[in-house]
């Protein structure tokens, strides 16, 4: 029997741990409000039992309810039996108890639709009516079994049960909620000295409220809380609801306080510090909620005043930029005669060359044209008067007078009389020299740019190559180990080095695809595919991460029947997606939705989750490269901060959007639509199983100046009949080539001297018997094609080894009625 996961097994101690605190604390609760107003010969004035199991249910997925319910009913049972109530009995209630706290959690899914939030004044009534209505329901039915088993009065039971319990539900449940929250609102609102003082202070005030007699003083309570709201806010009403109703239901209890009259029944201090209770709280919640809002929008507010000042800083700087621009830029018109004399220049020409108008009127322009444009320059004013050239701006260099050379941006038009003759030319010239540098300047930064991609292309090249070779040994020796079925605990370190090894060339594939995408080298390759597979493969992938956390994978695939599509990059944008949702959620579900519009062909992913939800902050940092939300997360989730960026570059590039919509605590929904063409009443043939007796007598030269690798690919094909030839390096496989003739040639790429390039050419261009025999690249590196020489090679056997692929492309390439037809297919 295989070892439990050690991960596995901590999940399952937790969860046990908390089902019994739980029971536990359902038990002391109930105990509490059973004996303590029993040795009085009183009914409890507060129900609080049900309020943790009712809590507990708000943040468990439906399907996992039972065990909230059962732990909640096993306490309620243990506290009926320590109180002397019979074992019919205690179960009775006990069940009519957990009947309460189910229907009122379905109660508030209804209303609230999502997870239920104290601080919202909606959700704070949708959780008192659904106790109400729950505790009434839970009522009618404990006064039949009370009234079957003891006679008693059947109304007044009832509506005992019935205030009791809708109390507890309505004042306890919420405290509860943010408590199991505790950190997420410790990180919003830190304590401060100053919400230490409000919570002595309404301690101060509870007491002085009910630990006398004397004065009615319950009016000092109110301002105590709400100080408390103003400085702690949610957590603050939730510490002072629970403080307030302790010392008011222990000091009424025992006949204290400004809530007791000196001629009031029980019944009636029950009445007022119920309905103080329920104010109370109700008051508390809805004032630290607007509190909340309060800060949030003022921060809001702040975050937006501050853009908007930014951008009024930026648009008087570029104000001021195109001021001082106008200033500096003079333009200058001429006028000049078809034989070239100038007849008119305006001012602007003395700040443009330093000469007068004066000096310039009746001599020619082309003296001062720089020797080197004057060529062109006489020619595209010959082509304006014979009609060639319609004019339009030229650039040339003139002398100044200082003699420095400057260029000029002249854009002439020819003028012609009545008779359609050329009679002058008329210009309008500025000196463009500084952007003749800057386009000189950003030429050479695109050379350079482009020579650095070069380098980046090689460099990343040289690293797969470096990264993807010994991990071509590392997996495949794993690989082997773990399929040898060892014992305890080499079985197991086995395991995890073909785990880790996996994840590494994860991340390594996710870095040389963005290379890809980048390059705009990524292959894209439609087939009639179903998208509802693609789902369901997803979610069988993620389905053991997902269980061990106590999540629920729900699809919601309608019927989109087959489409054109390339499904394996369908699969990897979901899985990245699903994957996120999954890594970061705690609890709840996630949702993969699928839908297809026929009309507009185009189909639609949507992956939601419960999780923390993102802020608009973090929603700016989605989809960039090398960026995570949180920088923590790299080392608590693992990733190369890419899977995103890399998805919204292989949903671009079938032609698609992606996008995501999110809420803080509210969970998020990443969504993606792609083209997808109808594919008809086409069907998808499952990829067969490679015929591997087929492999037997086959003649391969393996080629690798790795031995490891090369063992690996012995231990693969031997068992299989193989004759397998093996070479050390390329100059070694031309001298085997030219010896015995092979059906195939496994060719790796990166070797010293003479490499995989070379030596499969020197094959093809020499007159052995191999010269025909299809030669397939075996490489690790991220473009073996940068040479734009594949023709050398009929097919591609990318490292580290996946043994089923390297059998496909063997077989392919050497079955009689694939590989001759494949071959001159090639060859054509």
């Given at each position: 029997?295989?070892?439990?996961?050690?991960?596995?097994?901590?999940?399952?101690?937790?969860?046990?741990?908390?089902?019994?605190?739980?029971?536990?604390?359902?038990?002391?609760?109930?105990?509490?409000?059973?004996?303590?107003?029993?040795?009085?010969?009183?009914?409890?004035?507060?129900?609080?039992?049900?309020?943790?199991?009712?809590?507990?249910?708000?943040?468990?997925?439906?399907?996992?309810?039972?065990?909230?319910?059962?732990?909640?009913?096993?306490?309620?049972?243990?506290?009926?039996?320590?109180?002397?109530?019979?074992?019919?009995?205690?179960?009775?209630?006990?069940?009519?108890?957990?009947?309460?706290?189910?229907?009122?959690?379905?109660?508030?899914?209804?209303?609230?639709?999502?997870?239920?939030?104290?601080?919202?004044?909606?959700?704070?009534?949708?959780?008192?009516?659904?106790?109400?209505?729950?505790?009434?329901?839970?009522?009618?039915?404990?006064?039949?079994?009370?009234?079957?088993?003891?006679?008693?009065?059947?109304?007044?039971?009832?509506?005992?049960?019935?205030?009791?319990?809708?109390?507890?539900?309505?004042?306890?449940?919420?405290?509860?909620?943010?408590?199991?929250?505790?950190?997420?609102?410790?990180?919003?609102?830190?304590?401060?000295?100053?919400?230490?003082?409000?919570?002595?202070?309404?301690?101060?005030?509870?007491?002085?409220?009910?630990?006398?007699?004397?004065?009615?003083?319950?009016?000092?309570?109110?301002?105590?809380?709400?100080?408390?709201?103003?400085?702690?806010?949610?957590?603050?009403?939730?510490?002072?609801?629970?403080?307030?109703?302790?010392?008011?239901?222990?000091?009424?209890?025992?006949?204290?306080?400004?809530?007791?009259?000196?001629?009031?029944?029980?019944?009636?201090?029950?009445?007022?510090?119920?309905?103080?209770?329920?104010?109370?709280?109700?008051?508390?919640?809805?004032?630290?909620?607007?509190?909340?809002?309060?800060?949030?929008?003022?921060?809001?507010?702040?975050?937006?005043?501050?853009?908007?000042?930014?951008?009024?800083?930026?648009?008087?700087?570029?104000?001021?930029?195109?001021?001082?621009?106008?200033?500096?830029?003079?333009?200058?018109?001429?006028?000049?005669?078809?034989?070239?004399?100038?007849?008119?220049?305006?001012?602007?020409?003395?700040?443009?060359?330093?000469?007068?108008?004066?000096?310039?009127?009746?001599?020619?322009?082309?003296?001062?044209?720089?020797?080197?444009?004057?060529?062109?320059?006489?020619?595209?004013?010959?082509?304006?008067?014979?009609?060639?050239?319609?004019?339009?701006?030229?650039?040339?260099?003139?002398?100044?007078?200082?003699?420095?050379?400057?260029?000029?941006?002249?854009?002439?038009?020819?003028?012609?009389?009545?008779?359609?003759?050329?009679?002058?030319?008329?210009?309008?010239?500025?000196?463009?020299?500084?952007?003749?540098?800057?386009?000189?300047?950003?030429?050479?930064?695109?050379?350079?740019?482009?020579?650095?991609?070069?380098?980046?292309?090689?460099?990343?090249?040289?690293?797969?190559?470096?990264?993807?070779?010994?991990?071509?040994?590392?997996?495949?020796?794993?690989?082997?180990?773990?399929?040898?079925?060892?014992?305890?605990?080499?079985?197991?370190?086995?395991?995890?080095v073909v785990s880790a090894s996996r994840t590494l060339l994860a991340v390594v594939n996710d870095i040389l695809d963005f290379?890809?995408?980048?390059?705009?080298?990524?292959?894209?390759?439609?087939?009639?595919?179903?998208?509802?597979?693609?789902?369901?493969?997803?979610?069988?992938?993620?389905?053991?991460?997902?269980?061990?956390?106590?999540?629920?994978?729900?699809?919601?695939?309608?019927?989109?029947?087959?489409?054109?599509?390339?499904?394996?990059?369908?699969?990897?944008?979901?899985?990245?997606?699903?994957?996120?949702?999954?890594?970061?959620?705690?609890?709840?579900?996630?949702?993969?939705?699928?839908?297809?519009?026929?009309?507009?062909?185009?189909?639609?992913?949507?992956?939601?989750?419960?999780?923390?939800?993102?802020?608009?902050?973090?929603?700016?940092?989605?989809?960039?490269?090398?960026?995570?939300?949180?920088?923590?997360?790299?080392?608590?989730?693992?990733?190369?901060?890419?899977?995103?960026?890399?998805?919204?570059?292989?949903?671009?590039?079938?032609?698609?959007?992606?996008?995501?919509?999110?809420?803080?605590?509210?969970?998020?929904?990443?969504?993606?639509?792609?083209?997808?063409?109808?594919?008809?009443?086409?069907?998808?043939?499952?990829?067969?199983?490679?015929?591997?007796?087929?492999?037997?007598?086959?003649?391969?030269?393996?080629?690798?100046?790795?031995?490891?690798?090369?063992?690996?690919?012995?231990?693969?094909?031997?068992?299989?009949?193989?004759?397998?030839?093996?070479?050390?390096?390329?100059?070694?496989?031309?001298?085997?080539?030219?010896?015995?003739?092979?059906?195939?040639?496994?060719?790796?790429?990166?070797?010293?001297?003479?490499?995989?390039?070379?030596?499969?050419?020197?094959?093809?261009?020499?007159?052995?018997?191999?010269?025909?025999?299809?030669?397939?690249?075996?490489?690790?590196?991220?473009?073996?094609?940068?040479?734009?020489?594949?023709?050398?090679f009929q097919d591609l056997v990318r490292k580290p080894i996946e043994p089923l692929e390297l059998l496909r492309a063997i077989?392919?390439?050497?079955?009689?009625?694939?590989?001759?037809?494949?071959?001159?297919?090639?060859?054509?």
């Amino acid at each position: 029997m295989a070892a439990q996961n050690p991960a596995s097994a901590r999940a399952d101690a937790t969860v046990f741990l908390r089902i019994l605190l739980l029971a536990a604390t359902v038990a002391a609760l109930a105990y509490f409000g059973l004996a303590v107003p029993r040795d009085e010969g009183r009914v409890a004035m507060i129900w609080l039992a049900n309020a943790p199991v009712l809590a507990c249910l708000l943040r468990t997925p439906m399907n996992r309810w039972w065990i909230c319910l059962s732990a909640g009913f096993a306490g309620n049972v243990a506290a009926d039996l320590l109180t002397s109530d019979t074992l019919v009995t205690s179960v009775a209630l006990s069940l009519c108890n957990a009947l309460e706290t189910a229907l009122a959690a379905a109660i508030i899914g209804q209303l609230v639709r999502g997870r239920m939030d104290p601080t919202r004044s909606w959700h704070l009534v949708a959780n008192t009516f659904a106790a109400s209505l729950a505790a009434l329901v839970a009522g009618l039915a404990a006064a039949t079994v009370m009234g079957l088993r003891f006679d008693g009065d059947f109304l007044h039971t009832m509506m005992l049960w019935a205030v009791a319990d809708a109390l507890g539900l309505a004042v306890l449940t919420p405290c509860i909620l943010i408590l199991l929250e505790w950190p997420r609102w410790m990180r919003e609102r830190r304590s401060s000295a100053a919400g230490v003082l409000a919570l002595a202070g309404l301690v101060a005030a509870d007491l002085a409220a009910f630990a006398q007699d004397a004065y009615p003083l319950s009016f000092l309570v109110p301002p105590a809380m709400l100080l408390v709201c103003l400085t702690l806010e949610v957590r603050g009403a939730a510490i002072g609801v629970i403080l307030t109703s302790a010392i008011a239901i222990l000091f009424t209890f025992s006949g204290h306080g400004s809530l007791v009259g000196a001629n009031d029944s029980w019944t009636a201090r029950l009445i007022v510090l119920q309905l103080f209770l329920v104010v109370n709280s109700g008051l508390a919640f809805r004032m630290a909620g607007l509190h909340r809002r309060r800060r949030l929008l003022q921060a809001e507010l702040e975050h937006a005043r501050e853009e908007a000042e930014a951008q009024a800083a930026q648009a008087l700087t570029a104000k001021g930029e195109y001021r001082l621009l106008a200033e500096r830029v003079t333009d200058v018109i001429s006028r000049a005669r078809v034989s070239g004399e100038l007849t008119y220049v305006s001012p602007s020409i003395g700040a443009l060359t330093g000469f007068r108008p004066e000096e310039l009127l009746g001599r020619d322009l082309l003296p001062h044209v720089h020797p080197e444009d004057r060529t062109m320059f006489v020619e595209a004013h010959t082509a304006m008067a014979a009609g060639r050239r319609a004019g339009g701006p030229i650039r040339y260099r003139i002398i100044r007078k200082d003699g420095r050379a400057i260029w000029i941006e002249g854009n002439p038009s020819l003028v012609r009389d009545e008779a359609g003759r050329p009679v002058e030319f008329v210009d309008v010239s500025r000196d463009v020299t500084e952007q003749v540098e800057l386009e000189g300047k950003l030429e050479a930064a695109v050379a350079d740019a482009e020579r650095a991609a070069k380098v980046k292309s090689e460099f990343l090249a040289n690293m797969s190559h470096e990264i993807r070779t010994p991990l071509t040994s590392i997996l495949g020796f794993a690989s082997f180990l773990d399929e040898m079925k060892l014992a305890d605990p080499a079985a197991r370190y086995a395991g995890r080095v073909v785990s880790a090894s996996r994840t590494l060339l994860a991340v390594v594939n996710d870095i040389l695809d963005f290379s890809k995408l980048e390059a705009g080298r990524l292959e894209l390759k439609s087939r009639p595919t179903d998208p509802s597979e693609c789902v369901r493969d997803v979610l069988e992938l993620f389905g053991p991460q997902a269980e061990a956390k106590g999540l629920d994978l729900a699809p919601d695939v309608g019927s989109c029947g087959l489409v054109m599509v390339d499904p394996d990059r369908l699969r990897q944008v979901l899985m990245n997606l699903a994957g996120n949702a999954v890594k970061f959620t705690s609890e709840g579900l996630v949702r993969i939705a699928c839908a297809y519009d026929r009309d507009a062909e185009r189909l639609t992913f949507r992956v939601s989750d419960t999780g923390p939800g993102l802020g608009a902050e973090a929603q700016a940092k989605l989809f960039q490269r090398f960026s995570q939300v949180d920088g923590s997360t790299t080392r608590a989730h693992g990733g190369t901060g890419l899977g995103l960026a890399i998805s919204k570059g292989l949903v671009e590039a079938m032609g698609g959007r992606i996008g995501v919509e999110s809420r803080l605590g509210r969970g998020s929904t990443f969504w993606f639509e792609v083209p997808a063409p109808a594919a008809g009443a086409q069907s998808v043939a499952p990829e067969a199983a490679p015929e591997l007796d087929a492999l037997s007598g086959v003649r391969i030269l393996a080629v690798d100046d790795n031995p490891q690798n090369l063992e690996i690919v012995r231990s693969i094909l031997r068992p299989l009949g193989v004759e397998l030839t093996e070479a050390g390096s390329g100059a070694q496989a031309v001298e085997a080539a030219k010896i015995a003739p092979f059906d195939l040639i496994l060719m790796d790429l990166r070797m010293p001297e003479v490499d995989g390039w070379a030596a499969a050419g020197a094959i093809r261009d020499g007159d052995g018997p191999n010269r025909d025999a299809p030669i397939l690249a075996f490489s690790a590196d991220v473009a073996p094609d940068r040479r734009g020489a594949m023709g050398v090679f009929q097919d591609l056997v990318r490292k580290p080894i996946e043994p089923l692929e390297l059998l496909r492309a063997i077989l392919k390439w050497t079955l009689p009625a694939s590989g001759e037809e494949d071959a001159d297919h090639a060859a054509a």
